[in-house]
């Protein structure tokens, strides 16, 4: 369902598909372990073209307030411009806005220079 790496210091986790109403919970779970293994670490997610429905976009969102909570940089990359919508709209503002990028790579630039 998900697959992470290590980029320059950014935590990099990419959602493959979207994991269903059932799977919000075991996908919310995975994504908080990387979390907590890898802080102080800014965190990309990257969701795929098949990940973009709304039970991801759901975990996305859950994991932004646990990000805030933390107090840890985060962002989201996706190509469909309806998940980026809705993850903009539905975003909580707090400390740690959540920026959501078009492109991976521009996120992980961003984010290296934000946490620098």
Do not use: F
């Not at 973009?52 to 307030?65: E, F, K, M, N, T």
């Amino acid at each position: 369902m998900l697959s992470h790496s290590l980029e320059q210091g950014v935590l990099v986790i990419t959602v493959h598909e979207d994991p269903g109403i059932d799977g919000r919970a075991t996908l919310l779970t995975e994504i908080s372990g990387l979390l907590h293994a890898h802080k102080p670490a800014p965190i990309v997610i990257v969701l795929d073209e098949s990940a973009a429905g709304d039970a991801a976009v759901s975990v996305v969102l859950r994991v932004h307030r646990l990000c805030n909570h933390l107090g840890l940089l985060m962002s989201v990359v996706t190509h469909s411009a309806p998940a980026r919508r809705l993850l903009e709209t539905n975003a909580l503002t707090g400390s740690m806005p959540l920026v959501v990028y078009a492109r991976a790579d521009t996120a992980i630039a961003t984010a290296l220079i934000a946490a620098a």
